[in-house]
Structures are given as structure tokens and as C-alpha cells.
Antibody, heavy 120, light 107 residues
Framework: HVQLQESGPGLVEPSETLSLTCTVS????????WNWIRQSPSKGLEWIGR???????TYNPSLKSRVTVSLDTSKNEFSLTLNSVTAADAAVYYC??????????????WGKGTSVTVSS | DVQMTQTPPSLSASVGDTITITCRAS??????LNWYQQKPGRAPELLIY???HLQSGVPSRFSGSGSGTDFALTITSLQPEDYATYYC?????????FGQGTKVDLK
């Protein structure tokens, strides 16, 4: 049974850096693609980026200049770093596994999400 | 970016009703369209992938159709546990994008 769990600070000050970690159990992060997705009332569901072992990460162009996604295979977890946050970055952040079938890909397992507030 | 437009934004229906939610892509995305269900305070859950394929464990009253730019999610004989918000998502281009959601509530 695959489970993903996000962790990180729930409050970040404006202009600071948001850092979140997703711990994966029941699967190895050495395979598949691992994603970050966020959800806010203003923007809805927004895909942030993905990473897979041995493959350069792919990012949403709208966030590319501020975001980094990385893997830590020793801990079976992956991380999100978002620089220079503003109020527009306040959201529930989800990590999710991508799977491929019938020639298409989809997010089949999601974490429960972690809420991030941006405020001083 | 591929823009995904869902209609209607919300709908009210009764238990036992059959409902259809539509999703239109701003360009052809072949069959690369997925549907998710989200309940309040929870993460989205995959229902349908590649436009028509039912995810394992999802009841057969859910079905998907379409290709190209126009897609639909149909729920036959709506059940109480189906009251939720539904999202489409394209897996054709980068960035992956979602529709704005369709909230289904009790009539």
C-alpha cells in the first residue's frame, strides 16, 4: 500500500524560501515520476514540477525560475524548494506519484496535503 | 499551456440521477485526459485515465468518453458518496493542467 506524506513549515514569511518534503512508503522513489501539485482558491489545482531518478526535473514554466525539486533515495523522499514566496504562493501543497498506462500518465497516489500560509 | 475548461462549474442533482460533466481542451490532446474526484479536506483521487479507462477500485457507474478536445465524465445513478468536486487534467503537454472543477451537490 503506497503512501505519501508531506511535511514542512505551515507558515513562511514573504520573500523567504518554502521547503517541503514528501516521504514515500510502500514504493521506491528510484522508479516512477514524483510530482508536486498545489491548490489554492485563486488558481485551483496547479502542477509545480516532477522528478525521476536519472532524469532532469521538469517544472511549470510559470514557476521555473523559483522552484527546485530533488530526490533523496537514501531516505526514499523527495523535496520541493520555492524561493521568494509571496501571498500568491499560499496553498495546499500535495505530492503525488505519476504512473503510466495505456500510453497516458496520471497521478494515482497523492499525499494528504499540507497547508502553507505566507505571512509576516 | 493547454487550457482546460469544465462545464458546468456546479450542478445540483438527486440520488439516482445520471449526470454528465464536460471538459474542453484548448487544443487537441488525443486521449490524454484524466478525471479526479475531490471531497472537502481531502486530496483528489483518480477516477478515469486516458479518457475512458476506469481506475482500479472505482465503481462502474463512473465512465469517461471523448478524444481530441472534448471529453465527458458521466455518473450513472448518483450515490450519496458521489457528492464532491470533479476535475479534469490533461497529460498531453507541459505544464500539466487541470480544469477549474465541477462541484456536484445535493438537489
Amino acid at each position: 500500500h503506497v503512501q505519501l506524506q508531506e511535511s514542512g513549515p505551515g507558515l513562511v514569511e514573504p520573500s523567504e524560501t518554502l521547503s517541503l518534503t514528501c516521504t514515500v512508503s510502500g514504493d521506491s522513489i528510484s522508479r516512477d515520476y514524483w510530482n508536486w501539485i498545489r491548490q489554492s482558491p485563486s488558481k485551483g489545482l496547479e502542477w509545480i514540477g516532477r522528478i525521476s531518478m536519472g532524469v532532469r526535473p521538469t517544472y511549470n514554466p510559470s514557476l521555473k525560475s523559483r522552484v527546485t525539486v530533488s530526490l533523496d533515495t537514501s531516505k526514499n523522499e523527495f523535496s520541493l524548494t520555492l524561493n521568494s514566496v509571496t501571498a500568491a504562493d499560499a496553498a495546499v501543497y500535495y505530492c503525488a506519484r505519476r504512473r503510466t498506462r495505456s500510453g497516458s500518465d496520471f497521478f494515482d497516489v497523492w499525499g494528504k496535503g499540507t497547508s502553507v500560509t505566507v505571512s509576516s | 499551456d493547454v487550457q482546460m475548461t469544465q462545464t458546468p462549474p456546479s450542478l445540483s442533482a438527486s440520488v439516482g440521477d445520471t449526470i454528465t460533466i464536460t471538459c474542453r481542451a484548448s487544443q487537441s490532446i488525443s486521449i490524454y485526459l484524466n478525471w479526479y474526484q475531490q471531497k472537502p479536506g481531502r486530496a483528489p483521487e483518480l477516477l478515469i485515465y486516458a479518457a475512458v479507462h476506469l481506475q482500479s477500485g472505482v465503481p462502474s457507474r463512473f465512465s469517461g468518453s471523448g478524444s481530441g478536445t472534448d471529453f465527458a465524465l458521466t455518473i450513472t445513478s448518483l450515490q450519496p458518496e458521489d457528492y464532491a468536486t470533479y476535475y479534469c487534467q490533461q497529460s498531453y503537454g507541459i505544464p500539466r493542467t487541470f480544469g477549474q472543477g465541477t462541484k456536484v451537490d445535493l438537489k
